[in-house]
């Protein structure tokens, strides 16, 4: 079992930046993992994965050269460093834990946090 709790989400202006943070416990360290956004009114989205090694990120389209996911295995923390963020970035951001980051990307997480808050403001 793992269990994922965000943290880090709040109001920033457009322009700004974020980092998000993601506890997780349990056995981590057998997981990629991952981010997701779900706007009001709109389908959750992929933001980014990571696999447990870090040796490999991938990222949504029009987050690439704006975020980067990282993670310590040692603090059992994921991150999401949001920056020169848009108005359309506003959603809830939800942390995911997978077998690989392929599932990631289409969708098939094993494990879900409960989601953490990120507002833009123009």
């Known amino acids: 079992q793992v269990q994922l709790v965000e943290s880090g989400g709040g109001l920033v202006q457009a322009g700004g930046s974020l980092r998000l943070s993601c506890t997780v416990s349990?056995?981590?360290?057998?997981?990629?993992m991952g981010w997701f956004r779900q706007a009001p009114g709109k389908e959750r989205e992929f933001v980014a994965a990571?696999?447990?090694?870090?040796?490999?990120?991938l990222y949504g389209d029009s987050m690439k050269g704006r975020f980067a996911i990282s993670r310590d295995n040692v603090k059992n923390t994921m991150y999401l460093q949001m920056n020169s963020l848009k108005p359309e970035d506003t959603a809830r951001y939800y942390c995911?834990?997978?077998?690989?980051?392929?599932?990631?990307?289409?969708?098939?997480?094993?494990?879900w946090g409960q989601g953490t808050e990120v507002t833009v403001s123009s």
């Open positions: 990571i696999t447990r090694n870090s040796a490999t990120t």
């Open positions: 349990g056995r981590n360290v057998y997981y990629d």
């Open positions: 995911a834990a997978s077998v690989s980051v392929a599932s990631l990307t289409t969708h098939r997480v094993d494990y």
